[in-house]
């Protein structure tokens, strides 16, 4: 099969590997029909989070037609499914909980070491994500093979098109968890740094639980253009200073709940984020945190913190006293993805949520790689890749 790859900084391509075979009864193989590139995958075509091979399969949003099944599958041959990028087994401790992406034993036990020293525990599993989530083969490709099929995927009924439902597999799911950890409450201002994808559906999901004031934090104009369309107030920070505006809009108090949709590779040419460039260039597993230092700073004394936005590694100068001294309740975390797919695929249907508007992209997975490059170079343009291994119709 044809499948994307990763074979250093800034380098992908599409290579041929052997098809994914079933090698566990819970597995399931899928043809993929849909693929996206995901804000989190650039992080690991620029190479500031470690844990890669050269000949890796990326890819975490996927979904597909079911071609083959193990004995324990829950599936048929013929569902169209899409897949969570957490592979969670359903049964342990935390998949109890419904913490899917801290499942135990969705991370192969040989896999371990290298998470469970740099965070204390080991990761779950994740599709396509370097080996410190399980060096699972991503779904950038024509076939993928799904562990625990029995757990994750959720068949999509007739008639409901490929790009209505694809971005269940991560960034919808994603967004509204950002929202769910800002605690809102009806009324409430919510700041979102970052109108990428995650931030975009985190501003329709704040707006859903009765968000009275949204306001979005970016610099890419089609981007905060898309914002507004969902009833976003926006600030550009290349024009404005983003604190002084937000404690404008709010009467002097700050943002009642402040969501960093931007994480390790923030932008911008303050003293904190010269200096974090430097280090990530340096070291790999640096993280780039000016977006999370300014929504702590500018969030409300006693309000909400959600940070969806991927970090790998070590971030200093955080202010702690900040989060301290205003009494700041903070809550992260990989999205538990499968918690949230059946409740999320309902509100499209219903047509609560719109999901097709993101996609700016639709390409070939032989231009995979383009598709790469255009998504880091130009993302005022280039707002949302999907890769159609089938051929774009
Ligand atoms: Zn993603
Ligand atoms: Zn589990």
Redesign the pocket.
């Known amino acids: 099969m044809r499948a994307l790859t990763w074979h250093g900084t800034n380098d992908v391509r599409v290579d041929t590997h052997p098809d994914p075979e079933i090698i566990n009864p819970r597995d399931a193989i899928i043809k993929i029909t849909s693929t996206?590139i995901?804000?989190?995958?650039l992080h690991l075509y620029d190479g500031v989070i470690p844990g890669l091979k050269s000949g890796d399969i990326l890819g975490?949003?996927f979904m597909g037609e079911v071609v083959e099944t193990g004995t324990r599958s829950t599936l048929q041959k013929g569902q169209r499914v899409v897949v969570p990028?957490t592979i969670s087994c359903g049964q342990c401790f935390h998949c109890r909980k419904q913490q899917f992406s801290a499942c135990d034993n969705g991370n192969p036990v040989e896999k371990q070491d290298a998470s469970e020293m740099l965070y204390g525990h080991p990761m779950g599993g994740a599709f396509g994500y370097t080996h410190l989530t399980g060096g699972y083969a991503g779904g950038q490709a024509e076939y993928v093979r799904v562990p625990f099929s029995d757990v994750g995927p959720i068949v999509i009924p007739d008639g409901m098109e490929d790009d209505e439902v694809l971005f269940l597999?991560?960034?919808l799911p994603?967004g509204w968890m950002a929202a769910e950890n800002a605690q809102i409450e009806p009324g409430d201002t919510v700041a979102v740094w970052g109108a990428g994808?995650?931030g975009l559906f985190a501003v329709q999901s704040a707006k859903l639980m009765g968000a009275e004031q949204i306001i979005c934090i970016d610099h890419h104009p089609n981007r905060l253009a898309l914002a507004q369309k969902f009833g976003a107030k926006i600030i550009n920070f290349e024009e404005t200073h983003v604190r002084e505006a937000l404690m404008e809009m709010t009467g002097g108090i700050g943002p009642d709940a402040v969501i960093d949709a931007v994480g390790m590779e923030a932008h911008g040419f303050s003293p904190d984020n010269v200096l974090d460039v430097i280090k990530q260039k340096i070291a790999p597993g640096a993280d780039r945190g000016h977006a999370l230092r300014q929504a702590l700073l500018a969030c409300r004394k006693g309000g909400r913190v959600s940070v969806p936005g991927v970090y790998g590694g070590m971030l200093d100068k955080w202010p702690l006293g900040a989060m301290m001294e205003k009494g700041l309740q903070i809550r992260s975390g990989q999205t538990h993805v499968q918690k949230y797919t059946a409740d999320l695929l309902a509100r499209i249907q219903e047509g609560e949520i719109d999901t097709t508007f993101l996609i700016s992209h639709r390409l070939s997975l032989e231009d995979a790689p383009t598709g790469y490059k255009n998504f880091r170079d130009q993302q005022n343009e280039w707002i949302k890749v999907v890769l159609k291994p089938g051929g774009v119709a």
């Open positions: 996206a995901c804000g989190s995958d975490h949003e990028f597999s991560d960034i994603t994808p995650v």
